[in-house]
T-cell receptor, first 108, second 113 residues
Framework: GQQVMQIPQYQHVQEGEDFTTYCNSSTTLSNIQWYKQRPGGHPVFLIQ?????EVKKQKRLTFQFGEAKKNSSLHITATQTTDVGTYFC????????FGSGTKLNVKP | EAQVTQNPRYLITVTGKKLTVTCSQN?????MSWYRQDPGLGLRQIYYSMNVEATDKGDVPEGYKVSRKEKRNFPLILESPSPNQTSLYFCASSLKEQGYTIYFGEGSWLTVV
């Protein structure tokens, strides 16, 4: 069935280091969304990617959708303590399929 | 302000005592859903609704019921709660014309003792 695998599960970085989380699917995705959930908070929409090879940027965040539309990544340049939280991808095909999330901890 | 509102936010209840978690959205979204979030298991969908009077099971529907009599409301009912339903619950809504961007409520922490 439809599945989105997300890695890594956890990432601890020093403030200023970069961070990347990856989502992979065995099937072609029509779209992929990314969300951020702060500790104790609720998931908040970051971005949606729909085109093959699409790259979108939001300040220090770069989102990519693979050429084959089977994988996606979120890259944060020069992490800050405000980036702490869990990032997860979501794919929509009749219903929503969630990646398991990557929990990012940033040490000041 | 566009939002999804769920209540209660925090609840401790006893095994077997029926409870309802309410959810309301003010964005006229046709799609609504409930999720539970548990450590190491991520977000899992309980039930979803494509529109009024249209509900369907998600991945973990056992022990839960829902109804969608009005577009804005989507209550989650636990007829006989058990300790394994202790979890963080999120209600969410989305709209096809917005690419199904998911708007989540702030969450309801439920403890069943």
């Amino acid at each position: 069935g439809q599945q989105v695998m997300q890695i890594p599960q956890y990432q601890h970085v020093q403030e200023g280091e970069d961070f990347t989380t990856y989502c992979n699917s065995s099937t072609t995705l029509s779209n992929i969304q990314w969300y951020k959930q702060r500790p104790g908070g609720h998931p908040v929409f970051l971005i949606q990617l729909v085109k093959s090879g699409e790259v979108k940027k939001q300040k220090r965040l770069t989102f990519q959708f693979g050429e084959a539309k089977k994988n996606s990544s979120l890259h944060i340049t020069a992490t800050q303590t405000t980036d702490v939280g869990t990032y997860f991808c979501v794919y929509n095909f009749n219903k929503f399929y969630f990646g398991s999330g990557t929990k990012l901890n940033v040490k000041p | 302000e566009a939002q999804v509102t769920q209540n209660p936010r925090y609840l401790i209840t006893v095994t077997g005592k029926k409870l309802t978690v309410t959810c309301s959205q003010n964005m006229n979204h046709e799609y609504m859903s409930w999720y539970r979030q548990d450590p190491g298991l991520g977000l899992r969908q309980i039930y979803y609704s494509m529109n009024v009077e249209a509900t369907d099971k998600g991945d973990v529907p056992e022990g839960y019921k829902v109804s969608r009599k009005e577009k804005r409301n989507f209550p989650l009912i636990l007829e006989s709660p058990s300790p394994n339903q202790t979890s963080l619950y999120f209600c969410a809504s989305s709209l096809k014309e917005q690419g199904y961007t998911i708007y989540f409520g702030e969450g309801s922490w439920l403890t069943v003792v």
